[in-house]
């Protein structure tokens, strides 16, 4: 159902930039946050621009026609609802995302403990313990993760802020 006002799009996992193009080719209103990171490579770290949201992209339709083409874009999944019912979003609410990205130099993002989940092979990047691999075993709060280092079987806590830990891939 068709409601005036930003909507919240969830799209294909790392498609938001694609189907912001196929929207700005629509001309239909939609707004991605992006934010720059350091990214490592196994040559080389490189500032890479990012969703702040992972896998959504908001939306402005204008008329039912737009919301449905919206929907109807590569990569696009499906609105998200609420009860049922669409879940819009304050115009507010956008205009504050907007402003806190205009500013990089005064925020700090970071990752969250959710965009890490258990069994995930982590690397320590920064500080003191940089180098440190392992299985991310448990959450103790944002600034400490209980770490299962590879060959010697046994689990430590770190207490190390979660921009200092980093994914990696365990070439199986």
Not at 75 to 102: C, M, Q, Y
Not at 147 to 168: C, D, F, H, Y
Request: net charge positive; glycine share 6%; charged share 30%.
């Amino acid at each position: 159902m068709y409601i005036t006002g930003w909507h919240a799009l969830y799209t294909k996992s790392r498609s938001e930039k694609k189907v912001k193009e196929r929207l700005d080719s629509l001309k239909i209103e939609s707004y991605l946050p992006l934010y720059w990171v350091e990214r490592k490579w196994s040559d080389r770290m490189k500032k890479v621009e990012v969703p702040l949201f992972n896998s959504y992209i908001f939306v402005k339709p204008k008329s039912r026609v737009e919301y449905f083409a919206a929907l109807q874009c590569d990569g696009a999944v499906r609105f998200i609802t609420l009860e049922g019912k669409a879940n819009i979003i304050p115009d507010k609410e956008i205009d504050t995302l907007r402003l806190l990205l205009s500013k990089p130099s005064e925020i700090q993002l970071e990752p969250s403990i959710e965009s890490f989940a258990k069994g995930e092979w982590v690397e320590i990047s920064n500080g003191p313990l940089k180098g440190i691999m392992g299985e991310l075993v448990d959450f103790r709060g944002q600034h400490k993760f209980l770490i299962r280092v590879g060959a010697l079987e046994q689990s430590i806590v770190v207490n190390v802020p979660i921009s200092q830990i980093a994914k990696v891939k365990v070439n199986s």
